[in-house]
Nanobody, 119 residues
Framework: QLQLVESGGGLVQPGGSLRLSCAAS????????IDWFRQAPGKEREGVSC????????HYTDSVKGRFTISRDNAKNTVYLQMNNLKPEDTAVYYC????????????WGQGTPVTVSS
């Protein structure tokens, strides 16, 4: 079965850290750009970060710059999102998605992993 599976979400206090994983099953992530999205209750989905398959370049939405780091381990067929100094406004369901590049639609989506930042 071809799918992406996210994990690593949970409840964390403000200022805490979590590392999300996006693991591919049934296909290799090597040739895919991977994006992380999030959707908070009552809000639209927003792009958080992405990493290129070609040169490993990364991009972040302004609200997470300096706090989140995206990385990939092709040997483990997994992409990570390290989230530090978490804030209550980071609370959302986080999704990863894979596509062949900017001009291509997303081929695979994960089911999402919830992150709650609260004291």
């Amino acid at each position: 079965q071809l799918q992406l599976v996210e994990s690593g979400g949970g409840l964390v206090q403000p200022g805490g850290s979590l590392r999300l994983s996006c693991a591919a099953s049934g296909f290799t992530l090597d040739y895919y750009d991977i994006d992380w999205f999030r959707q908070a209750p009552g809000k639209e989905r927003e792009g958080v970060s992405c990493i290129s398959s070609s040169d490993g370049s990364t991009h972040y939405t302004d609200s997470v710059k300096g706090r989140f780091t995206i990385s990939r381990d092709n040997a483990k067929n997994t992409v990570y999102l390290q989230m530090n100094n978490l804030k209550p406004e980071d609370t959302a369901v986080y999704y990863c998605a894979a596509h062949a590049g900017l001009a291509y639609p997303y081929d695979y989506w994960g089911q999402g992993t919830p992150v709650t930042v609260s004291s």
